[in-house]
């Protein structure tokens, strides 16, 4: 069935570095891959997506990449910043006709970054 | 605009009694998602609604329904509620109802004792 695999599960840096969070999906017609940023005690937030139709998307200092041939995304966050700490979830969608409203989330990652 | 509101915030329940939550969607949006949320099983879909419509449906059992309104508010519905519902219930909105950009909800946080 439809699977997303999401790692690391957590991930420590220090504030300025790089993060890097990977992502990969069972069901090679999944075409939409959102990244939400979940705060403790608040809702998901969509921060950046991408459609299959692109490889990589910006914006300021994040970035999502997609392979889709390998069947797999990832999410770059540069110069990281203690406000950046959080849980961060990729997702897949297979949009379309007949595939509505569904995204399949990834477990997460809890990203900390220290001062 | 408005974000997407979700009412009651926190619910407490007893097994096997039923719960009804709310979700209204940001003005304009006609699809809504819900999802569950804990921490051992994370987001899992439970339903997708658009225009009074149930388009799509995870796999949860049948005590879990949902409806939505000609003014795109829904709900949803858990009937016989047992320990394992308690969890963080999500529901989110989207304008073009194919699953991409979906704006969510603060949750409502439902405890079963």
């Known amino acids: 069935g439809e699977n997303v695999e999401q790692h690391p599960s957590t991930l420590s840096v220090q504030e300025g570095d790089s993060a890097v969070i990977k992502c990969t999906y069972s069901d090679s017609a999944s075409n939409y891959f959102p990244w939400y940023k979940q705060e403790l005690g608040k809702r998901p937030q969509l921060i950046i997506d991408?459609?299959?139709?692109?490889g990589e998307k910006k914006d300021q200092r994040i970035a999502v990449t997609l392979n889709k041939t390998a069947k797999h995304f990832s999410l770059h966050i540069t110069e990281t910043q203690p406000e950046d700490s959080a849980v961060y979830f990729c997702a897949a969608s297979i949009t379309g006709s007949g595939n509505t409203g569904k995204l399949i989330f990834g477990q997460g990652t809890t990203l900390q970054v220290k001062p | 605009k408005a974000g997407v509101t979700q009412t009651p915030r926190y619910l407490i329940k007893t097994r096997g009694q039923q719960v009804t939550l709310s979700c209204s969607p940001i003005?304009?949006?006609?699809?809504v998602s819900w999802y569950q949320q804990t921490p051992g099983q994370g987001l899992q879909f439970l339903f997708e609604?658009?225009?009074?419509?149930?388009?799509n449906k995870g796999n949860f059992p049948g005590r879990f329904s949902g409806r939505q309104f000609s003014n795109s508010r829904s709900e949803m519905n858990v009937s016989t509620l047992e320990l394992g519902d308690s969890a963080l219930y999500l529901c989110?909105?989207?304008?073009?109802?194919?699953?991409?950009?979906?704006?969510f909800g603060p949750g409502t946080r439902l405890t079963v004792l």
């Open positions: 609604y658009f225009s009074e419509t149930q388009r």
């Open positions: 989110a909105s989207s304008s073009t109802g194919d699953g991409r950009t979906q704006y």
């Open positions: 991408i459609r299959s139709n692109v």
């Open positions: 003005s304009g949006h006609r699809s």
